[in-house]
T-cell receptor, first 115, second 114 residues
Framework: GAGVSQSPSNKVTEKGKDVELRCDPI?????LYWYRQSLGQGLEFLIY????????KSGLPSDRFSAERTGGSVSTLTIQRTQQEDSAVYLC?????????????FGNGTRLTVT | EDKVVQSPLSLVVHEGDTVTLNCSYE??????LLWYKQEKKAPTFLFML????IEKKSGRLSSILDKKELFSILNITATQTGDSAVYLC??????????????FGTGTRLQVTL
């Protein structure tokens, strides 16, 4: 497809369960980002992948959060033992990365609700 | 810590009005400032600004950056109801010469009424 694709679009889970969120970036984009947007809040950086380099995990809020990017393309964000405060919209974005003037292109996000 | 502050937080105008949205920042190793429009879902890219004083324009929208005073403005002229959205400002900073994470402001919520 032409844009960043995320799945599922909505996820409702019980507190304590694990969830996996998927992101398929734009073809050819080497940089991939995960952000979190809570109700009424700005976008909070979580993690950034650039090519084969070690990811920048500095935004992950706890060790319950992890992310992988396989083959330099699809990424999965995993949240273990979900808590109610994890409820948010999780946005993935990709860009051309090392090209200087390369804006991020966002997917439609996954709305996660932890009950 | 990098910081991006947007004002006003929200704004209600009548169709046809002109609006100015503000974004100020404090970052180390500034590279670029970006504006996004967010309606229901994905933020959509509007402008990327890297140089001071050069206006970027797209239809009724325009933006300019002042790297000395560390701010940017987004102008929308002859507003339409379709302009109603949250406008996000983000700043990219990097000391490695490669693309790095963006720091976002909390956004300005614009509502355009008939």
């Amino acid at each position: 497809g032409a844009g960043v694709s995320q799945s599922p679009s909505n996820k409702v889970t019980e507190k304590g369960k694990d969830v996996e969120l998927r992101c398929d970036p734009i073809s050819g984009h080497t940089a991939l980002y995960w952000y979190r947007q809570s109700l009424g809040q700005g976008l909070e950086f979580l993690i950034y992948f650039q090519g084969n380099s070690a990811p920048d995990k500095s935004g992950l809020p706890s060790d319950r959060f992890s992310a992988e990017r396989t083959g330099g393309s699809v990424s999965t964000l995993t949240i273990q033992r979900t808590q109610q405060e994890d409820s948010a919209v999780y946005l993935c974005a990709s860009s051309l990365g090392r090209t200087y003037n390369s804006p991020l292109h966002f997917g439609n996000g996954t709305r996660l609700t932890v009950t | 810590e990098d910081k991006v502050v947007q004002s006003p937080l929200s704004l209600v105008v009548h169709e046809g009005d002109t609006v100015t949205l503000n974004c100020s920042y404090e970052v180390t190793n500034f590279r670029s400032l970006l504006w996004y429009k967010q309606e229901k879902k994905a933020p959509t890219f509007l402008f990327m600004l890297t140089s001071s004083g050069i206006e970027k324009k797209s239809g009724r929208l325009s933006s300019i950056l002042d790297k000395k005073e560390l701010f940017s403005i987004l102008n929308i002229t002859a507003t339409q109801t379709g302009d109603s959205a949250v406008y996000l400002c983000a700043v990219e900073a990097s000391d490695t010469g490669t693309a790095s994470k963006l720091t976002f402001g909390t956004g300005t919520r614009l509502q355009v009424t008939l």
